[in-house]
């Protein structure tokens, strides 16, 4: 299986700061991770992911980095802005059955 | 917003009863899912289905009933026997199986028992 455990669990930064969140998992042989943000009473939605071939992804403002050796991989936002406020969520493959595990969340708070 | 849709947007329940939740897709996935939100749980697969007519059990799929007889649609039953029923339910679809891809989500249904 996948255990993936994501921290923080919140975060409150001042507007323009970056903010950082952390995932670690379990397997191995996980080759793919994604990042979904959901907004308040909406759907996840992807933001980035990124494949173990690579070790760092960036669109604009955000960024992912890999540590296989460490088994983790972490989300970086930076000159954050009131409308990145959301819940943010990591995932990893669950080996043997083609879905994912996600995280337990992290709420980001942007404060202007 | 469109591609993948979720009926009802919210649904009440009397405890003992069964109820069905509708997830319906035009995007030509193969691939189906269902998930329950939980506030500080994030979110946990019920049920997942790779290919019509086919689908396999999640972290917690008891209680829980699913179907795939069309490419483009994967209702998810709950059942009495799922104890604490309330929650949010997140359905997504991705393309084949070949590789991992992007999961779309649908806006959810929001079930509450009284």
């Known amino acids: 299986g996948e255990n993936v455990e994501q921290h923080p669990s919140t975060l409150s930064v001042q507007e323009g700061d970056s903010a950082v969140i952390k995932c670690t998992y379990s397997?191995?042989?996980?080759?793919?991770f994604p990042w979904y943000k959901q907004e308040l009473g909406k759907r996840p939605q992807l933001i980035i992911d990124?494949?173990?071939?690579?070790g760092e992804k960036k669109d604009q403002r955000i960024a992912v980095t890999l540590n296989k050796t460490a088994k983790h991989f972490s989300l970086h936002i930076t000159e954050t802005q009131p409308e990145d406020s959301a819940v943010y969520f990591c995932a990893a493959p669950y080996t043997g059955r083609r879905a994912l595990t996600f995280g337990s969340g992290t709420r980001l708070q942007v404060q202007p | 917003d469109g591609g993948i849709t979720q009926s009802p947007k919210y649904l009440f329940r009397k405890e003992g009863q069964n109820v069905t939740l509708s997830c319906e897709q035009n995007l030509n996935h193969d691939a189906m899912y269902w998930y329950r939100q939980d506030p500080g749980q994030g979110l946990r697969l019920i049920y997942y289905s790779q290919i019509v007519n086919d689908f396999q059990k999640g972290d917690i799929a008891e209680g829980y009933s699913v179907s795939r007889e069309k490419k483009e649609s994967f209702p998810l039953t709950v059942t009495s026997a799922q104890k604490n029923p309330t929650a949010f339910y997140l359905c997504?679809?991705?393309?084949?199986?070949?590789?991992?891809?992007?999961?779309?989500f649908g806006p959810g249904t929001r079930l509450t028992v009284l």
């Open positions: 997504a679809s991705s393309m084949g199986v070949a590789d991992y891809n992007e999961q779309f």
């Open positions: 397997d191995s042989a996980s080759n793919y």
């Open positions: 990124i494949r173990s071939n690579v």
